[in-house]
């Protein structure tokens, strides 16, 4: 989902567009990255996850990803530093500081935390609706490998 992907980032002006009207009437939808990616790990913006709280739906693959990534011996920062560490670029300087990784599980939490709250409002609906069912084809491939 493209609206986690810039929550970790904290890219907070990818959520946002210009119009181009040079030229007149003829406008158009200009969509701006400023590089604000990983700009400031102590500032979380919490409209970026306005599409996840409205629609309440997430890949169920996605989220079992997700809640993999928040368990201690997998946690988002430590996966993300051993990523980075294979850069070559990683040898001249850190390619993120500690408080942009401390962020990445912050904001992860934050993200757990929408998705359980779309859980306990679909069950006092008495839906269930929160996931979006993508791994059916695993049971299948299982089931014909027994």
Not at 5 to 15: C, P, V
Not at 58 to 87: A, G, K, N
Not at 116 to 135: M, T
Request: proline share 4%; hydrophobic share 40%; with cysteine.
């Amino acid at each position: 989902m493209f609206t986690l992907l810039i929550l970790f980032q904290g890219n907070m002006d990818r959520h946002h567009y210009e119009t181009f009207e040079k030229f007149g009437n003829d406008t158009f939808l200009l969509h701006l990255d400023n590089g604000r990616a990983f700009g400031r790990h102590s500032k979380d913006e919490p409209s970026i996850l306005a599409p996840l709280k409205q629609c309440c739906r997430i890949r169920r693959s996605t989220w079992y990803r997700l809640r993999l990534l928040s368990l201690p011996q997998y946690q988002l920062s430590d996966v993300m530093r051993s990523s980075l560490s294979h850069d070559p670029l990683s040898s001249v300087a850190p390619l993120l500081a500690e408080p942009h990784l401390a962020a990445l599980d912050r904001r992860l939490a934050a993200v757990l935390q929408t998705v359980s709250g779309c859980l306990k409002q679909q069950s006092e609906k008495g839906g269930d609706e929160v996931f979006y069912e993508d791994l059916d084809h695993l049971k299948d491939l299982f089931a014909s490998a027994d």
